[in-house]
Structures are given as C-alpha cells and as structure tokens.
DNA sequence: TAATCGATGGACT
DNA sequence: GTCCATCGATTAC
C-alpha cells in the first residue's frame, strides 16, 4: 500500500530535542545508534506510534521522523483502521499514521530494507521550491533547539497536518 | 519503588 | 480555546 512521504522532521544528537541528545542511549531508542536504514518506532503519551527512520551510521543517534504521508492506495483500509472519514485527515500526523499503516512497536528495529516494511523511490520528483522547512512541532522542553527549522513539508499538500 | 512526563490527537466548552 | 486518555521510559528519592 504504497504512500508518498509529505511531512517530516529531522532529529539529530547534537540537539536536545532528539531522544538520543548527548549521545544517551536507553532501552527506549537504541535502535537509533543502529546502522542508517532501520525503523525505530515507539510509543509516545501511551497512545501513539511514532515511526521515524535512523539515518545515520552505526553508533550515531540521528533519525526522521515522519509525521504525514499521502495514500496512493489502501485509502479504504486505512479508513476502517482509523474510522476517520476524511481521506486528507487520514495520515495528518505522526500518531495517526502509524495507527493507519498498522504500524506498532513489533517494527521497531526492523530494517527498511525487509519485507514487513520499507521505503521506496518513485517518479515523483521535488524541486527545492516545493519544499517548506519550520520549526519542529511539540518539543517546546528543547528549549532554543525547538527554533531549528527542521520541519520539511512538501508546500500546499493537502495531507501535511495542519499544527 | 514511586512520581513524573511526553516528537499526540480527539472530544468538549 | 481547554482538557485528558494512557503507559513505558526516565528521573527522583
């Protein structure tokens, strides 16, 4: 069930809006000192997945999250996983995508590169100008870090969410 | 071992 | 606009 990916954020190390500042390593996201290409996804407020992407080489704390996306198919069975009626509202936000994927903690870790879940290119092709960079949603506990502008949405897609 | 707190979203006033 | 469900990880003691 194919999606293109319109919303997400970087997290890196370095900063302290990031699970991995300062390189601490815990139960929680280990998975994001793994080799770039993995799946780490947990739960957040005891309600929502988030799924992100690691980036970066093995040892290095650095992944995406995504936080909206845009069904090319499966809009149905998404619809009756969510029981939201919108189509555009479907995937507008990290928590209501997972839950739309059927994404859970059973992926995290899991290689992108597998055959549970994974990620793809196809012919859609973005220009720089079709590119929205912001500040990150929800990280206000960062401090000076939750100015960084690392928020990218595609501009004017309908499925980014609306915060 | 106990208290606190989220990379949210939906319901409600 | 405000409130809060719900639970694992983190922090406080």
Redo the contacts with the bound molecule.
């Keep these: 069930m194919p999606r293109i990916i319109v919303e997400t ?1 970087a ?1 890196s190390h370095t900063e302290k ?3 991995a500042y300062n390189n ?1 390593m ?4 280990e998975v ?1 000192f793994n080799e770039g290409g993995h799946a ?1 996804v ?7 997945y ?1 799924f ?1 992407v690691v980036t970066n080489k093995n040892g290095i704390g650095d ?1 995406v ?1 995504i936080r909206a996306l845009e069904p090319l198919k499966g809009v149905d069975i998404m619809m009756k996983r ?1 029981g ?1 009626k919108e189509p555009a509202r479907i995937t507008s ?5 997972t839950k739309a994927m059927g994404i859970d903690r059973g992926l995290n870790g899991k290689s992108l590169l597998g055959r549970e879940v994974w990620i793809e290119e196809n012919d859609a092709r973005l220009t720089g100008a079709s590119i929205q960079a912001s500040p ?4 206000d ?1 960062a401090g000076k870090d939750a100015e960084l502008p690392w928020r990218f949405t595609i501009k004017d897609n309908p499925w980014i ?1 609306r ?1």
Aim: charged fraction near 15%.
């Design positions: 954020e997290y809006g990031c699970h601490r815990t139960t929680r996201n994001m780490y947990y739960l957040c407020y005891g309600i929502h988030l992100n992944a999250l969510t939201v936000g990290p928590g209501k995508l990150r949603i929800g990280i506990y969410s915060k």
